[in-house]
């Protein structure tokens, strides 16, 4: 199984909510990754976590803040976003490094009004 | 640092023929590459990898070329079919500073 599940597919919200993604994979995988893609540009890094500790964060704003309650998941809690926040935010894993083979799920869309 | 340039931002190819997808990086320490498939609506899809110490490796239909002495990579597909459009992108890295930067991506249009 190389799945990476992501909830929800589809996300509008208002700039004062507070809402949550959500990314789980069962491939045993120590690292997982959030990145933010923007239409016809490539995936950006936004943060790592390797054996559920944040290794990397690529100077995110603090409306982001990612979670990793276990190694199988992780989430990305939005509070206060901009509408240049917009944009499909993917979660990915691999088996501990950056480097290995990543696993991307399919994304959630989010439009913030 | 390192930057990813991928040749041309689309291409069309006739169904049944090959095609070749170029990119080109900066950094000669990087040692590892990487072709990801995105079709619309998805998350990006893992096609195949090269280290740096082999110059080819051939997987189903796809090979990936590197060229180190000129900081270059190619996809090429073999026998394009309608599945084959989306836009793909190539990702290089370095073991040893744990780094992956994506290129821009090209997007393939396959012509029935």
């Known amino acids: 199984d190389t799945e990476v599940t992501q909830t929800p597919k589809h996300l509008v919200m208002g700039m004062t909510n507070k809402k949550s993604l959500k990314c789980e994979q069962h491939?045993?995988?120590?690292?997982m990754y959030w990145y933010k893609q923007k239409a016809k540009k490539p995936p950006e890094l936004m943060f790592v976590?390797?054996?559920?500790?944040?290794?990397i964060n690529e100077s995110v704003p603090s409306r982001f803040s990612p979670e990793c309650p276990n190694s199988s998941l992780l989430n990305l809690h939005l509070h206060a976003l901009q509408p240049e926040d917009s944009a499909l935010y993917l979660c990915?894993?691999?088996?501990?490094?950056?480097?290995?083979?990543?696993?991307f799920g399919p994304g959630t869309r989010l439009t913030v009004l | 640092g390192e930057s990813v340039g991928l040749h041309l931002p689309t291409l069309s190819v006739q169904e049944g023929d090959n095609s070749i997808i170029n990119c080109a990086y900066s950094n000669s320490a990087s040692d590892y590459f990487i072709w990801y498939k995105q079709e619309s609506g998805k998350g990006p899809q893992f096609i195949i990898d090269i280290r740096s110490n082999m110059d080819k490796r051939q997987g189903q239909r796809v090979t990936v070329l590197l060229n180190k002495t000129v900081k270059h990579l190619s996809l090429q597909i073999a026998a394009t079919q309608p599945g084959d459009s989306a836009v793909y992108f190539c990702?290089?890295?370095?073991?040893?500073?744990?780094?992956?930067?994506f290129g821009t991506g090209t997007r393939l249009t396959i012509i029935p």
């Open positions: 990702a290089v890295g370095n073991f040893g500073n744990e780094k992956l930067t």
């Open positions: 990915a894993s691999s088996q501990g490094r950056m480097t290995d083979t990543q696993y």
């Open positions: 491939m045993g995988h120590r690292a």
């Open positions: 976590y390797s054996y559920e500790k944040l290794s």
